[in-house]
């Protein structure tokens, strides 16, 4: 009785490297099947969306704390154009302060820009900590800032701060994860059933 023949077994495979890169090549992750996939995507792309709306919140703060310095240097330009010569910036304190409403509309519109950089800031340090019930005061403080930029003081610098916390309250509207609440005991077939 002779020998049954050899079996080709390809060429051998190396061993996975003990690094996580070699594990994850060697061993790839399924998700788990059934209402759970559908539960892990969800929550996939509820932390996604609040990623995005925290780089948008963030970025908002930023923009609405650059509009102050940007609004008064073009603001000097423009009163040194309308004088046709160098102004500096005491001069412009001084005439800005002998102006009726002058002063307190520039200090106003100052306070008014740190206030909508920090309430951002609030935003997305509120969505860090999985708050998405600020999306919409988020929402609400973005219009106010573009409205206020165009109409007092920050320009467009302002309002582009301003539509990134309309962006970022918009993102951090999206629906929280679905949770998977068991079935109850009787649930199934007839024999289970009552």
């Known amino acids: 009785m002779d020998a049954p023949p050899p079996q080709y077994e390809g ?19 399924y998700p788990p099947g ?36 940007v609004s008064l240097v073009l603001f000097k330009v423009i009163v040194e154009r309308a004088a046709g010569r160098s ?16 002063l307190p509309l520039i200090v106003g519109g100052v306070a008014a820009q740190v206030t909508f950089a ?16 600020v999306a919409i005061p988020m929402i609400v403080a973005g219009v106010a800032g573009m409205a206020f930029s165009i109409i007092v003081f920050g320009g467009f610098v302002g309002l582009i701060g301003g539509a990134l916390s309309v962006a970022g309250g918009v993102k951090a509207r999206v629906m929280p994860a679905l949770t998977y609440t068991f079935p109850p005991p009787y649930y199934g077939p007839p024999p289970y059933r009552p």
Do not use: C, N
């Open 34 to 69: 059934g209402m759970s996939v559908a539960i892990h995507q969800a929550q996939q792309k509820a932390r996604s969306a609040t990623a995005a709306a925290r780089a948008y919140l963030i970025s908002a703060a930023v923009m609405h704390a650059l509009a102050i310095p």
């Open 118 to 133: 920090i309430v951002a800031g609030i935003g997305a340090i509120a969505l860090f900590r999985g708050r998405r019930s």
């Open 87 to 102: 102004v500096s910036w005491s001069e412009l304190w001084d005439a800005v302060s002998r102006t009726p409403g002058g």
């Open 11 to 29: 060429p051998p495979t190396p061993p996975p490297s003990a690094t996580p890169e070699g594990i994850a090549k060697t061993a790839p992750w």
